[in-house]
């Protein structure tokens, strides 16, 4: 205050009149980003032909997938009308090929002009070659894969990998570690998918999750982050029966809580298992899908459309900002699910997690310092459990939360947050300094 404001004041004063001087707010800023990013939202089995017609792909479009795989089809007339389709809703369509991966090495020559018909739709996203190989086939896959980046270079070279509870012999005697670090490094691929269905059914113990989801998210996300490349995975969307295993049919809070679980690890693509309920299979039993063998909705495709549609409310944000790492709480005493080889020991505006049940917290910063954290009840969604959490944070005077609840500013009081997640729930949270 100056000089003459003093004396003002004082003048004031001795006349009779109070003032109140009051210290003025700073306001907490929010960083802007531009709408411009979408993240990747695929699904397996495309409406099969027969179905294959424009409302069909309408159908996938309003549910917020932008990338549909061909299971059905080949490179051919259907896949040509799925394109058509695919493009006249705003989405595209990743073509399956059954004959790229029996190119001999000799003859790659047979790969020049395979493609180039289905490759003149601007809805083409890539030619799926092989589902879960073996680390037998990265060699031959790598051999491939630079043949057709030099022939198609802007189409993804499309291969998904087994999860972490695998046998050996599907990895061909690999560690899950050497597996994946193998595939990169072999095949030498600008993104790695991988799939893991988490949702478990007994007859005698009721629902549980896989023991090492966690860990296989982990394992990805690390060496895809050393490669400098994204990772894409599977949510489990339906339930199925195969060797007396039964992973139960999904309702939202599943397929919520593995989408924010996902996103804790950075995941750049989200891939739904499946659209379309399979014809058939000789060895998988299946339940109905995102919407059933004739093409009608299931309540499961209401429940995928309402999850995904809240992740593009914010995914522009989200995709701004890069994983540094994931931290899980109860750190002592600790349910073997929250197990993971890489934990984030910390992260500096957190001082202190405290929760009913475990939670896991990944971590991000975008390339301005600015941070953020991806909080998720890791409770099964199946025991219907909400979960109060509080966070004790440095420095943070505001949190702007995005999520189901769409986005809400909440003030940081003493340094504490206190927010209910209820079963499922995620919530994207920049924080705010």
Known sequence: MTKRAVRVVAALLAGGM???LTACSVEVKEPYYEDNQRIAIGAWVAPPPGYINDESYKQVAESGIDIIYGLYEDIDQHALDALKYAEQNGIQYMARSRSLF???EDELDLMEGMFDEVAKSPALRG????????????EHLGVLNKKFKELYPDLMFYVNLNPIYSSPDQRDGRTYQDYIDEYISVVGTDYLSYDHYPLKNSPTSGTFLTENYLLNLDIVSTATKKAG???????QAMGYWVAGSENRPPNEADIRWQVYNSLA????GLQHFTYWTPL???VTVFSEAMVDKEG?????????KNVNHEILDFDHIYLNYDNVGVMTFPVEDAPPELYMENRLPSFEPIRNVESEHPVVVGAFEDKDGNQAIMLVNFTDPAHE?????TIKFNKVKEVSEYGMGGNNRVKVKGGSYNVTLEPGEGKFILLLK
């Open 280 to 282: 058939k299979d000789d």
């Open 296 to 304: 009608n909705k299931t309540p499961i495709y209401d429940a995928v």
């Open 229 to 235: 490349i994204p990772f894409w995975l599977f949510i």
């Open 385 to 389: 459990l909400s979960n109060e959490v």
């Open 18 to 20: 109070t003032v109140q």
């Open 127 to 138: 030619i799926m070659v092989v589902d879960e190989p073996g680390a037998a086939k990265f």
């Open 265 to 268: 690890f950075g995941a750049r």
């Open 102 to 104: 029996s190119i001999p």
